[in-house]
């Protein structure tokens, strides 16, 4: 299904009950950010705060986020798109089952066919299995970029990994310069915010 515009899109998303996880939801999280993004961001799922309030990362790990993020010039209000593979809330922060990431995952290509990003970011073992390749591993392959279609994909570490260990902060580091250095290379209108 193709949808005119982000506002039905956004507006169809809030009333999907395609999967068990709308029973337990407070919220559909459908995303954050600009978009006309050239930059989509995709973490795996909405945590409790993000189902209470109904935005992508907005807990510790979303603070943490947002500082890599601003070290790099980029943030949610300024040049990047936030969304997750499911929008809802899987119960007491498990991973999303196979079923309920195929029931949503086409809210995530809707996403992705409105904002035409160049480069997708995934955050964590459960975007980019499912987005890059279903063997990806993260400790291995972070920071590389792969193009698949017109996009250039790479993996990080989810921030909730790095803060269970801290010891991952520098090569999480390395991968926000190298995404730095490929948005300066292929990029067309992002303007990073150092403010
Ligand atoms: S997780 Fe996705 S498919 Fe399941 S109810 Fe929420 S929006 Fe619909």
Request: proline share 6%; with cysteine.
């Amino acid at each position: 299904m193709a949808y005119m515009d982000w506002d039905d899109l956004s507006e169809q998303c809030r009333k999907c009950t395609a999967c068990d996880l709308a029973k337990t939801r407070n919220n559909v999280v459908v995303g954050v950010g600009r978009p006309d993004a050239e930059i989509l961001f995709v973490g795996e799922g909405p945590g409790e705060q993000e189902d209470l309030k109904g935005e992508p990362f907005v807990g510790r790990g979303g603070q943490l986020l947002d500082k890599m993020l601003a070290a790099v010039g980029l943030s949610r209000q300024h040049n990047i798109y936030i969304a997750n593979i499911v929008k809802c809330r899987p119960p007491k922060n498990r991973d999303p089952l196979p079923d309920e990431q195929e029931a949503c995952i086409h809210w995530l290509r809707e996403q992705v066919s409105l904002i035409r990003p160049k480069i997708m970011v995934c955050l964590g073992r459960v975007a980019a299995c499912r987005i890059i390749s279903p063997d990806f591993k993260v400790t291995l392959q972070h920071g590389e970029f792969i193009k698949k279609g017109n996009i250039l994909m790479m993996g990080t570490f989810h921030p909730a990994a790095i803060l269970r260990n801290p010891n991952l902060k520098p090569d999480a580091f390395a991968d926000y310069l190298a995404l730095r250095d490929e948005i300066a290379r292929v990029c067309e209108h992002t303007v990073l915010n150092w403010d």
